[in-house]
């Protein structure tokens, strides 16, 4: 979350959920490691909820003729990309190439094994939101072959 009221509105609903379902922590990671994927989802969430209004935004911002800079027209991507992901690709996504984690890291994070993590990289590198008709090029940043 770029915004500080939208990063207090994830930590607020981060508590809400926690004060809601306190039994769904189980004590079989550490107690910062689960605040952690716990947070992850509810941003991914709410970052979903927002693809509506991104599109909106972006419609409006054309009919204004207004121009992005090519660092908010990726932020924008990335957004939207992220909400068209299932909720367990998007995670390994954003734990991989934004806070660049291994997938041993992220596995003890989502609470899975490293084979599951693999499994998922490499379907997050087949979905069809990441593919691109340039001669099969990457995004930038994003690795396709070998390991995620």
């Known amino acids: 979350m770029?915004?500080?009221?939208?990063?207090?509105?994830v930590l607020q609903d981060v508590f809400i959920r926690l004060l809601q379902k306190p039994d769904q922590y189980r004590g079989q990671c550490s107690i910062t490691t689960?605040?952690?994927?716990v947070t992850t989802h509810?941003?991914?969430s709410k970052l979903r909820d927002?693809?509506?209004?991104?599109?909106?935004?972006?419609?409006?911002?054309?009919?204004s003729g207004a121009e992005v800079s090519p660092r908010g027209q990726a932020r924008i991507e990335l957004r939207e990309l992220l909400a068209t992901l299932p909720d367990e690709l998007a995670q390994v996504a954003v734990y991989?190439?934004?806070?660049e984690m291994t997938h041993e890291e992220i596995a003890k994070t989502m609470g899975c094994s490293r084979q599951w993590v693999t499994k998922l990289a490499a379907k997050?590198?087949?979905?069809?939101?990441?593919?691109?008709?340039?001669?099969?090029?990457?995004?930038?940043?994003?690795p396709l072959g070998g390991e995620c």
């Open 2 to 9: 770029r915004q500080e009221a939208d990063a207090q509105e």
């Open 34 to 37: 689960y605040l952690y994927s």
């Open 42 to 44: 509810v941003a991914l």
């Open 50 to 63: 927002r693809r509506t209004r991104l599109r909106l935004l972006d419609e409006r911002a054309e009919r």
């Open 96 to 99: 991989h190439y934004l806070d």
């Open 124 to 142: 997050l590198r087949r979905h069809p939101a990441l593919q691109v008709d340039d001669d099969d090029a990457p995004l930038p940043g994003m």
